[in-house]
């Protein structure tokens, strides 16, 4: 899509999704990704997946795991998000890729994404800063939240 897009409560106007359980909804409504994942990833793997890659509805500049806090309340566009929780690396992501080690690789690397919920929609576009405004849980990164949930040490 090119142009703003309205961002609802569950979802991007216009974004299907293929499994509602795991993307989509309230609390999952918009799938962020590193930027910078994708350099490390061309150097390890030697594939360039371009932006979206992973199936993120915003691949982020400047932002990642060990940046992002869970709870991170954030203007983009006209919308507000709140970050609610990291991404549980999908198997199709290794589907679309022909690469069915890549979600290993994804675990590994700890390169997972995070989901936001919707405080206030609004119309987003690619270019939109993702402006930090709250930040309550700063000693909790997605990073930590990763390695709590798996009950292990964080990646390297």
Known sequence: MTGPVFLLPTHLDGDEQGDTAVHGGP???VLCYAAAHYESWRRELGVDFGPGGFGENFTVA???EESVC???VYQVGDAIVRVTRPRGPCFKIGLRWHM???VKLV???GRHGWYMGVV???LVAAGDEMRLLERPRPDLTIRQVVRLQRGRREPR
């Open 107 to 109: 675990e590994q690397t």
């Open 27 to 29: 609390q999952q409504a």
């Open 62 to 64: 400047g932002a990642d």
């Open 100 to 102: 069915p080690r890549l």
């Open 70 to 72: 869970l709870g991170d």
């Open 120 to 122: 206030q929609p609004g």
